[in-house]
Each structure stands twice: as C-alpha cells, then as structure tokens.
C-alpha cells in the first residue's frame, strides 16, 4: 500500500471511529469516576494526589487537631470495647497480625493521622504513601468500621493507655 | 503508477462508503437485523458505569422468587427470594430464617409467586414495599425495599391457588388475596361432585400498611367460582375493589370446555368501606381457621406465630357490600383506569375487550337496575354499567395498563400482540407483535393514578427461536417497548429467570438512596452472636457443638477447631465484623447437607451440620471478599463417637479449651 492509500485509509479508520463514539453518545465524563471500589480494592493504576504536608503528617480526614490531656482511664476503658469489637479482630498491640501492631502506633504516627486512618480509611489506602506502601505489605485494605468521631477518640485513648516501649513491641511471638 | 492509483481510488471509495453508512445510520436509524431500526441501540445502551432510570420487579412464577432488573437495560440485578428456599445465600436454610417458611401444613419450601405489587401512597407508588402472592398455598409477602429482602409471609386461610392475589389499595390499607380454587369452606372431606352446594370462594382483605403487623382484616364469602385477578378502586372509585371470576358454570372437571359455556361470568364489586362498617358493627363472624403469619425482625431473626380465626362476611347479612357485574368471557385481568372511572376486563375468549363505567355502576345500584340475586348479591344488568366495547382487539385480551395519557394497552396471548386504544372512544390506534404468547404487560406506575408512561414491558411466555436454544426448554422472556409517542417501538429483548409472570417498575430514585448498606454490630441481637473475636468461642451441650465463629477480612476465629465427634449436631453462628458496604462473607462446610451462608456485615447467621464420619473437614469463605479469599479458610477434626479428642479451639496457633467469657446482654 502506498503512503498515500494509507493515510487515506487511517484517516477513513479516524473518522469512521469518531462517528461510532458521536453515535454511541457517550460523554467521557465517567472517565473521572473513583479510583477505589467500595470495597476498598485499590486501583493500581491510580497516581496519589499531591498531599500537603499537614495530609502526611495528620492524614487525610475530618480531624484536624486532637487536644490530649492526662491519659482518662475511663475513656480508655470504653475505647477497648469499641476496639474489641470492632478492630481486634485483625490488629494486636504486640505482634503483627492481620494488620500493623499497634502498640508503638504513636511512636509512629500522631493521634490526628490515627483518627483518620480510623474515621477515613479508604481515602487513606488510597492517596496515602505510607498507608499505600502498608497495603503493599498486609495486603488486605483498612477496612471502614464505621465508628463515630466519639468513638474513634474513645479507641485513641484506649491506644493511648495500651503503648508498649520499643523492645517489647518487637519480642511478640 | 496507474494500477496504484486505481488501488488508491477503491481504498478511498471503500472507505467513503464505509463513512457514508455510518453517518446514515446515525442520522436516520437506518434498519437492522430482525426489521428493528438500529437506533434504539441507543434508547436501552446505559453506558458502563451509569445507572439505569427505572427498577422493574419481575415475579419469578414458578421459581417462587422476585428479580429485581434495570430499565431501559434489561440488565439483571438481584434475586430476592421469597417463598422458594435459596441456596445462593441460605434463605431457607439459615437457622434465623426457617421459620418465614412456616404454614399450618408444616415448613413448605417451594412456591409459585405471580404478582409483585408496589406500597402506594395516595394512588401512587412509595417504594416503600412490594408484595408478592404465593399461588399454591396461599400466602402473601412484604419485601422491604431498603433491603431488598423478605421481611413478613402471612399465609391466607380458606383459600385455594391465591392468584387474585396481592393489589393494593390507594394508600396502602388493604392488599387482597382471591380464590383462583374454590373449595369447600371450611375445609372438610366432601364428594367433589358437591361442588355446586359445598365449594365457596373468599376475597380476603389483609392489612398492609403497618410493618410486621399484616393481619386478616376480613374475608367475603362468595359463590364456588373461580376468582382470578384484582384491581382497587382509585379517585372516584377508592373504597371499592374489583375482582374476576370464571367458571360460573361451577364445573369441577375438564374446565377448559366445562367453565367455556356462558357468554358471561362476573366481576365482583367489593365495597371494602362498607365490608368495614359490617365488621364494626359486629355483622361479620369468627371462623375457625389456622393460619401462619411469619417476620423477619429487626433483631434479623425469623419468628412465627400460628393465628386461629378469621372474620368472614357474607352479602345476605352486609347488603350493599358486593355486586356481579356480567363481564364476557371467563375473563381474566380487571384493570382501573389512572382516573378511577374506567373497569376494563381482559375477556379472555371474547371477541372484544369490555370496559365497565364506575359512575354508571353506581346509579344502577341506586336505581336497583338487577338482572338477578345469587346468593344475596345483585347482579346488575350489563347495559346498565357498560362503558363501552374496544373492538377488534386481537385475540385473547388478557391484561391492560394505562400511561397517563389517555391511553390503555391490552395484551392479547393467542394472536401476540400489544393493542393500544383510547379510553373513552374505544378506537385501536396502534398495535405491535410481540415473540410470544404474552401474559401480563407492565408500564411504570402504569396500573396506579400516575403512570411514568415511557416504557412497557411485555411479559411473554414463549420465546422459540428468539434465543439461542437451551435443550428442551427455552428461555422465557421481557421485551421492552417505547411508548413515548404515538407508535409503539420494540427496543429490546431479555430474557428472565423462572416465568416472568408478572412486574412492576418504578423510578430509581425513589428508592435507590435509601439502602440499608449494613447492620450495625452494636444492633445484633442474634443469642449467638459473637461480637468481637474475644467473644468467640466452641460450647459442647451433649451432643450439639456450638460455635461462636467471627469473620472479617480475611479470617474465621475459630478457624482451627477440635474435639467434634461423629453423632454431634454442630452450630455454625457466623458473625460478620465488616462494617463496610458490600463486605458479606460466605461460609460453607464439606459435607453439609444444606447450602451455604451468605452473612451481610454484622448479621449473625447460623448452618447446622452433621458430620457423618470421622475425617477432618475444611470450611471456608464463598463470597470473594478481599485479595486474601483464599486464605480464608478452616479446619474442623471430626472424631469417632465417643472419642476422649479434648473440645479446642483457635486461631493463629493459640488454643482454648475454657468456655469463653458469657456474652453481656444474651
């Protein structure tokens, strides 16, 4: 085929494409549409979105600014029962489970980015870098448990109350 | 080059037709394969990842369940089981849910359903509910439509083959449910050849419109014909309802010659206000009867209860409650027009479709215009309640809806095919083949006071060769028709699941953002739940083993379990933890002798297992859940009867052996 046929044809290719598309109707703005399934199963595919440095510090989410006071025992004592029924199911303070321990969590993390991994986790999974390099590790997505904000402060100081210093933290089975 | 340029022109040409086909196929619809224009693609193509514009409900016939399909797409969306055990997610099968199958003969697992028909509010679809009759043994259903699931069975005491069966009044007061049989009442060993002085029908009257509380309001004892379909009354005519009957001739055998013998049978004309005035002023009579009425509660746990007597009316001691209208011929379908004036039969064997005036009715009444009594309820002369005749309706006039328009469309089985004429003229003004033998058709809202006059499905029975073939049965099959102008146009074939007998649509939106996405943990009420995996644990009661299982992404706990031996019946109770939209997990043991569960998060479900031989058994997760399904599994060691094998249990290498910690609250 010589150059010219084929440009001819190409172009025939082209435009007959563009006229199925124009018939089909379809506006390209589903394009856009979210990288994350409601299940939480990330898109790999999808590029992280600049985060602000208060985003990586604190996490992406409703908190903001946590006021820690002294350690409330009794907070700590009902932040348990959310946390047994709710996330002990696959994390423990000393031994790494189906997901992270958290018995140092704070050592790595501040009380604003716990609460939003808590109250946000599929935007977490999703843009986070360092939630994002903990899903390449775990495997399985933080799940949404649905807690209140109260509930998720309530599970914050029962973490709180639950720290482990950094040589025992490792010695789990 | 010569011969190149001459290749250049045919490449060219060629691809200039190619252009010129496709721009004529876009502008004018150009006509496709089977004579159906190529631009309704277009009119039912709902894009990926768009949503379609309506919801239709398709009763399943003979499956005994409901589908759930988008319109204009056709695509199928869900099963909802009803009366029909269901493996696919142990409706049936689940300790929590048995007892919605529950009757006065016992746990019956299989029924016919027919007609889903949508809660109304003043005349119009809520989206609320959907109810559902069951033919074989009567009962109706309430299916939530925030769950999509079967919340309340109520069966139907002397009553035989419920098909007239379950349409709603106005606002939601009253569903009712006829005598497709009539039998005798109360049920009791007869001669079938008694039929004419034994064997009644009853129109049954349930209330509707309180939630876990459906109750027999009254029940109307008519002659031993045949009632076959229903409609309320709407506007003018709200109060009454209306109700088909065939073989008045009363035969009891080879109906199809038998029951074809009179150029006229009946619709009845129920008063219910009236029917409700007898019963408070203590007309009506307490009938023995055993009845089963069944809920799904919002604990998710199945309860029932068995009732024991029915109010039951009769037209000698509550005058003005029914009336016969004569109606040709064994007809079929009743339907009301969305101004509450118009009664139109589907005359079944007539040659033309009669339609009944309710304001004439109601001065014939007034004006005592009777052809005759039987069995104290007047029968009103046909010419004096008739409103006219659509002629030349095709063959086999079965069922009519409306689209607000002015509008009404008949199915006719034998000659397949949708007429459509004018209310008040009579005149046929469009007709369209449809592939084959249709039934029931269904506009949105189209048998309410406001029809979304779009779309029509035609509902058929047969299908022969518009599918490919599936050995000796073919698919049964929807075909969705535009009806937005002034001629009907065929969009659409799909197929659907079990006899799509009949349906009901409406917008998406009114109900599709008020979904139920999961079940609060702090909510679960099951005895045997365990929430939180500190809460789970194994408990042996002699010879039942019950486990306390959670699960969540991706792990049973227990999921190592001993000290089962062969004579055990084991509990399964399966928590979900999720507390995510869309996250059930499935469990299924080898060997189990039901289904699986299917457990939404934070429901509580439970399967029962009875292990035969020693051996050990894995369990596991069914529905694909996260990256880690597969490892989403168990085992439980099963030992020979009377083993010394201690009970223990586990997950991650840590084994117990002490009953857990008592659940607060159970």
């Known amino acids: 085929m ?5 440009v001819i044809a190409v172009a025939a290719v082209a435009v007959a494409a563009w006229l199925s598309a124009s018939c089909g109707g379809g506006d390209g703005g589903s394009e856009a549409a979210s990288t994350t399934t409601p299940g939480g199963v990330v898109n790999p595919a999808a590029t992280a979105a600049a985060l602000t440095e208060a985003q990586l510090t604190n996490g992406i989410g409703p908190v903001t600014k946590v006021d820690l006071g002294e350690l409330d025992d009794a907070m700590a004592a009902r932040g348990h029962d959310v946390f047994s029924l709710k996330c002990a199911a696959c994390h423990k ?59 998720a402060r309530l599970v914050l100081e029962y973490l709180r109350s639950a720290q482990v210093p950094a040589d025992s933290a490792t010695a789990g089975k | ?37 190529s631009d309704v693609a277009l009119a039912v193509y709902v894009a990926p990842g768009q949503q379609d514009e309506f919801y239709a409900f398709f009763s399943g016939g003979f499956s005994g369940n409901l589908t759930v399909h988008g319109l204009p797409s056709g695509r199928l969306l869900k099963t909802v089981p009803v009366f029909s055990q269901f ?85 939601s007061e009253y569903i009712v449910a006829a005598t497709r049989f009539s039998v005798p009442i109360p049920n009791r060993d007869v001669g079938i050849e008694s039929f004419a002085d034994d064997f009644k029908g009853t129109l049954t009257f349930i209330r509707a419109n309180q939630p876990g509380e459906m109750r027999i309001a009254f029940q109307i004892l008519v002659p031993g014909y045949n009632y076959d379909l229903a409609h309320a009354g709407k506007g003018p005519s709200d109060g009454w309802a209306f109700f088909t009957s065939y073989n008045s001739e009363q035969a009891h055998t080879l109906l199809e010659v038998n029951a074809s013998q009179k150029d006229k049978d009946f619709i009845a004309a129920v008063n219910w206000k009236r029917a409700e005035e007898c019963v408070a002023q203590g007309l009506g009579s307490a009938m023995p009867a055993e009845y089963a009425h069944n809920v799904l509660g919002e604990d998710r746990l199945a309860r029932s209860e068995m009732l024991t007597s029915v109010t039951v009316l009769e037209a000698p001691t509550c005058t003005d409650m029914v009336y016969f209208l004569p109606t040709p011929k064994s007809p079929h379908g009743v339907d009301v027009d969305p101004t509450g004036e118009y009664i139109v039969a589907g005359g079944k064997l007539a040659t033309v479709i009669p339609v009944h005036s309710f304001s004439k009715m109601v001065v014939a009444i007034a004006n005592k215009e009777f052809e005759e009594t039987i069995d104290g309820i007047p029968v009103l002369k046909y010419e004096s309640v008739m409103a006219g005749e659509v002629q030349n309706p095709g063959l086999g006039p079965l069922h009519t809806e409306f689209d607000g328009r002015g509008n009404a469309y008949t199915t006719a089985f034998i000659s397949s095919e949708i007429v459509k004429w004018r209310l008040g003229t009579w005149d046929v003004v469009d007709r369209i083949p449809v592939y084959y033998s249709v039934g029931h058709l269904s506009i949105p809202g189209g048998d309410s006071r406001q029809p979304w006059g779009k779309y029509l499905i035609a509902l058929n029975k047969i299908t022969k060769d518009r599918y490919l073939p599936t050995g000796p049965e073919l698919a049964q099959a929807a075909q969705l028709i535009d009806i937005s102008g002034d001629k009907m146009r065929l969009l659409l074939d799909f197929p659907t699941m079990g006899e799509p007998h009949y349906g009901q649509a409406l917008p998406a939106s009114i109900i599709k953002d008020r979904q139920v996405k999961m079940f609060a943990l702090e909510d679960n009420r099951n005895p045997n739940a365990a929430l939180g995996e500190d809460r789970a644990g194994v408990e ?14 991706t792990h049973f706990n227990p999921d190592n379990i001993e000290g089962i031996r062969v004579g055990d019946t084991v509990f399964f109770h399966v928590t979900n933890l999720e507390q995510d939209w869309d996250i059930p997990h499935g469990f299924a043991a080898m060997g189990a002798q039901n289904a699986e569960l299917l457990i939404m998060p934070g429901e509580t479900r439970t399967l029962v297992w009875v292990p035969k031989r020693a051996g050990i058994y894995p369990f596991y997760c069914t529905d694909f859940c996260s990256a880690l399904h597969q490892e989403m599994q168990g085992y439980a060691r099963v030992s020979p009867a009377g083993s010394s094998v201690a009970l223990r249990w586990g997950t991650g290498g840590t084994w117990n052996t002490a009953t857990p910690v008592a659940n607060d609250g159970n």
């Open chain 2, 1 to 37: 080059m010569k011969t190149q340029s001459k290749r250049t022109v045919i490449v060219a040409v060629t691809a200039a037709a190619v252009l010129g086909t496709l721009a004529y196929a876009c502008r004018t619809g150009g006509a496709g394969a089977g004579g159906v224009p």
């Open chain 1, 2 to 6: 010589s150059r010219v046929q084929g």
């Open chain 1, 93 to 151: 303070m000393a031994e790494r489970y189906v997901g992270p321990p958290l018995g140092q969590v704070l050592s790595r993390h501040t009380p604003e980015y716990v609460m939003n991994m808590i109250l946000n986790p599929a935007e977490m999974v999703e843009k986070h870098p360092v939630v994002r390099d903990l899903l390449a590790q775990f495997m399985t997505p933080m799940p949404n448990q649905q807690l209140t904000s109260d509930e």
């Open chain 2, 87 to 171: 493996p696919e997610n142990g409706w049936g099968y689940a300790e929590e849910t048995k007892a919605m199958f529950n009757t006065s003969f016992g746990f019956i697992p299989w029924d016919d359903s027919h007609h889903p028909e949508l809660s109304q509010t003043d005349g119009v679809p809520d989206g609320r509910w959907l109810f559902i009759n069951a033919n074989n043994t009567p009962r109706v259903a309430r299916i939530d439509l925030t769950k999509f699931e079967t919340e309340e069975i109520l069966q139907i005491p002397n009553s035989a083959g419920n098909h007239g069966s379950p349409f709603i009044t106005p606002n």
């Open chain 2, 540 to 553: 042996r009661k002699g010879n039942a083993v019950h486990v306390k299982m959670t699960a969540i992404r």
